[in-house]
């Protein structure tokens, strides 16, 4: 017995040591990638010392004496936060994702390269004038510098070592490269066209069906610029129809798109001068999509705001005399055509009545455990063959699109950065192209503006696939800068846009059809419109605003025809007297909220999933700007076909039908999760926020190292000030909303205020990797310091960067 004793005491050492081992070993990986920020060191480049301040969420100040410098230090003290994601988002723009990830990304790799980034990116760095040439320079020399010290002393990311490689050298190219990255990112197009097109396969073309699946632009009655007059011909314009094809798969690459901005005067600000907020709707993931930053060259420049990890300029934020801040236009800024191949040679394609040679390119894409792959790109003088690469064999479409042609987005946030009026910030902005934005404005002598900053092609058609046989719908240039609308200093003291309608019913230039319906942007105005003046606390208010412009339009509507059901469920009545008692605010405690949502996705569903099927349904109403268009149509004409439910033959559905099915379905389906009893139902119970890693699929990986955080119970929607977003074909965990959250006050900017939903790290032992995201979900914020002194003051961590053998 003593024996069998000693060898089981001998058994359990030895587990205890592997586990501990294992422990520790666990211990290092996720903590070998975290950097000392107390630790000074010295820089080969650098030609005078460099100071960065830390504050308690780790976000740097970087004090320097000259533009070299400054960047230089950024690119250093960037990758100390986030080394991993910059190379992420390099090998999506490159379309080198497949590498580390597998075969399961080829597709989207092919989908990335067929758009030349890195192509146009050299294009515009040719065209890039020295001082910033310099500064991306001295940006990758930064970020390589740190990519070697790490390196040698095996310190890299914990996602390098669990992905198997090591980051390459950056360059400028690659910083470059990241305006296609948010272009593509941006272009809402790029997914609905397709979505279109494949409604054209499930819904004859020439039935009411399609028609009513389309926004209906002139149910939309609030654009960003009310007042904006050209006096410009109008060009032709004509819808082209879609014709039939097999359906295209999904590329694997999300995106979304979202925003608000407003600003007031000093006659509507409590201080006497503007006040200014932004809050750009993203994906939310960590690491985060923005760096928050504070960039200082002694008597030069003074810049705070959020960057993209990557490049070394301030995207969205202030300098010491203008603030500013984006929001998506929903630019129509892509085209697809349907080529017609020559039948005796497949590499030529009929153009104006002559047969044309497309370019192709034959493209070697490695693969993580695997043979390389060898794949085949083809290009129009429109652009790429898209259908190709998602197996379409019968039809060729081609993709024009404004993220092709020749723009300097990174120029223009250079310029914005240094900009100290309305005229150099219009210089700045007139550069936006690719991304197409409705930039605000304000200035410390008290003027405040509003910019559509777009490429908005000229051309004959827009939605859907047209014909390219000819050059008839082939895009005819831009519209000047000068006739895009814009404000500056309205009488009313106030500006503002959130993803609605951009101009009056009278301009005219095609923009777009995608446009959001405009329930924020009237709430945002109603707010703006409650006081004489406005305050800092006002604005954090109307950043945290639940209460629905949806609910107010659907509510009475949807009560019509609840209140004709004739019901003996008690659970019903009560459901039904909890929504017509409620105030419309989305909070994640109201029971009337749950459902709400519940009978909102309910409808849609009952409405057109018969028409759609499955697959091609969760595609359209995940596209959220068309399911929402189609609401809006159907609540103005109740009559419309898609009513019926064609799957029941003999009958004819009204809406009443669809109503009273869709809420009886709702109720049944929330008693039969949460009970009976009402009081226990909540919104927040099925809306919650997960903040994800990209590798967080790899479940043991996410649980080991804690890669992910979550989930947070939240309030809101996709049709509240605050948003947060959800899939409306199933489920309501948000992974989209406010992806960051500022407020400029110019009265003193020590004032402003600033949150994002993760942290400043990247690597995610750190513990600056999500710190910042309970304070986000509670609504707070925290200071935006420029004055140095009240940097130092705050600071928690100092560092010094000095030149290497001075």
Same mark, same amino acid.
Request: net charge negative; glycine share 8%.
């Given at each position: ?126 065209? =890039?004038?020295?001082?910033?040439? %310099? ?8 970020? /390589? ?46 997914? &609905? ?66 925003? /608000? ?28 999509? +923005? ?14 705001? $959020? ?36 039948? %005796? ?6 153009? /104006? ?74 210089? !700045? ?23 559509? &900053? ?20 082939? +895009? ?26 951009? !101009? ?69 009545? /009560? ?107 909540? +919104? ?13 699929? $790899? ?22 000030? &605050? ?30 205020? =600033? ?14 990797? &999500? ?36």
């Amino acid at each position: 017995m003593k024996t069998l004793r000693r060898a089981l005491l001998v058994v359990i050492i030895v587990l205890i040591l592997i586990l501990a081992a294992g422990a520790l070993f666990v211990r290092h990986l996720a903590r070998k990638g975290l950097p000392d920020y107390n630790e000074d060191v010295s820089l080969a480049g650098l030609k005078e010392s460099v100071t960065i301040y830390r504050d308690s969420f780790a976000i740097p100040h970087i004090y320097a004496q000259n533009e070299n410098d400054l960047y230089l230090a950024t690119g250093y003290v960037m990758a100390q936060d986030r080394l991993w994601q910059m190379d992420l988002i390099r090998r999506v723009t490159e379309g080198r994702l497949a590498e580390i990830f597998g075969k399961g990304l080829v597709d989207a790799d092919l989908f990335m390269r067929a758009l030349r980034i890195p192509e146009k990116s050299r294009l515009v760095l040719a065209q =890039t004038e020295e001082p910033m040439l %310099a500064g991306l320079r001295a940006f990758s020399d930064g970020v /390589n510098q740190y990519i070697e010290g790490r390196k040698s002393g095996h310190r890299l990311p914990l996602e390098f070592s669990l992905l198997g490689y090591v980051p390459e050298k950056w360059t400028p190219e690659h910083s470059v490269n990241l305006i296609g990255y948010m272009a593509r990112d941006l272009a809402v197009a790029m997914d &609905c066209d397709v979505i279109l097109y494949r409604l054209g396969q499930k819904v004859p073309l020439a039935e009411g069906r399609y028609k009513e699946l389309l926004p209906d632009l002139s149910l939309q009655k609030t654009p960003v610029f009310p007042d904006f007059k050209l006096d410009v011909p109008a060009p032709v314009f004509e819808s082209t129809l879609l014709q039939g094809a097999r359906a295209l798969d999904e590329l694997g690459l999300t995106v979304f798109a979202g925003s /608000n901005n407003w600003a007031v005067s000093g006659s509507k600000s409590v201080t006497g001068k503007p006040l200014l907020a932004n809050d750009m709707h993203l994906l939310i993931f960590a690491p985060g999509i +923005w760096y928050q930053m504070h960039q200082v060259v002694d008597g030069e420049l003074n810049v705070t705001g $959020v960057a993209l990890p990557g490049t070394p300029l301030i995207v969205a934020g202030h300098n010491d005399r203008i603030a500013w801040g984006f929001t998506n236009v929903m630019n129509d800024d892509v085209d697809f055509y349907r080529e017609k191949i020559n039948p %005796a040679n497949p590499s030529e394609y009929e153009f /104006n009545g002559a047969w044309r040679v497309m370019e192709e390119r034959r493209e070697t894409i490695r693969i993580r455990k695997g043979k390389p792959v060898e794949k085949s790109l083809r290009f129009t003088h429109r652009g790429p063959i898209i259908s190709e690469s998602k197996g379409i064999k019968d039809a060729a479409l081609s993709m024009r699109w404004v993220g092709s042609d020749l723009s300097n987005e990174l120029r223009a946030v250079y310029r914005l950065n240094r900009a100290g009026n309305w005229e150099e910030f219009t210089g !700045a902005v007139r550069e936006f192209r690719a991304l197409s934005q409705n930039v605000v404005y304000a200035d410390v002598d008290g003027n405040i503006g509003l910019y559509c &900053c777009a490429g908005v092609p000229i051309r004959k058609g827009g939605i859907g696939i047209a014909p390219g046989e000819t050059d008839e719908y082939d +895009w005819k240039g831009y519209v000047p800068f000068e006739e895009l609308p814009h404000v500056y200093n309205p009488p009313s003291g106030v500006v503002s846009s959130a993803n609605n309608k951009t !101009a009056p019913d009278d301009y005219p230039y095609y923009i777009s059809y995608l446009f959001f319906p405009p329930y924020r942007i009237d709430r945002i105005r109603e707010m703006l419109s409650e006081k004489d003046k406005l305050s800092v606390a006002d604005f954090q208010a109307m950043h945290l605003d639940v209460r629905s412009k949806l609910v107010e339009r659907m509510k009475d509507e949807l009560l019509a025809e609840i209140g004709t059901m004739k019901t003996t469920d008690a659970t019903e009545e /009560n459901a039904s007297r909890i929504l017509d008692s409620w105030d419309g605010r989305v909070t994640g405690d109201s029971a009337a909220a749950l459902v709400f949502e519940e009978l909102y996705t309910a409808l849609l569903k009952n409405l057109i999933e018969d028409e759609l099927g499955p697959d091609l349904y969760k595609a359209y109403v995940d596209s959220d700007i068309l399911a929402m268009g189609y609401i809006e149509n159907v609540l103005g004409e109740k009559n419309s076909e898609s009513v019926d439910d064609v799957r029941t033959a003999g009958a004819r559905e009204t809406w009443p039908d669809i109503v009273q099915k869709s809420f009886s379905e709702t109720v049944a389906s929330l008693a039969s999760r949460f009970g009976s009893d009402i009081a226990r139902w909540r +919104w927040d119970r099925v809306h919650r926020l997960v903040v994800k890693h990209p590798m967080a699929s $790899v479940r043991l990986l996410d649980r080991v190292f804690r890669l992910s955080r979550g989930p947070y119970p939240v309030g809101g929607s996709f049709h509240t000030v &605050c948003p947060f977003y959800y899939p409306l074909s199933g489920g309501f965990d948000s992974d989209a909303g406010a992806s960051q959250r500022h407020i400029y006050s110019l009265a003193d900017w020590n004032d402003s205020l =600033t949150v994002i939903p993760t942290g400043e790290s990247g690597v995610p032992a750190s513990p600056f990797y &999500c710190d910042q995201t309970k304070l986000y979900i509670a609504g707070q914020y925290h200071s935006d310091y420029v004055e140095r002194g009240r940097v130092e003051k705050n600071a928690k961590f100092r560092m010094t960067i000095r030149p290497e053998n001075p």
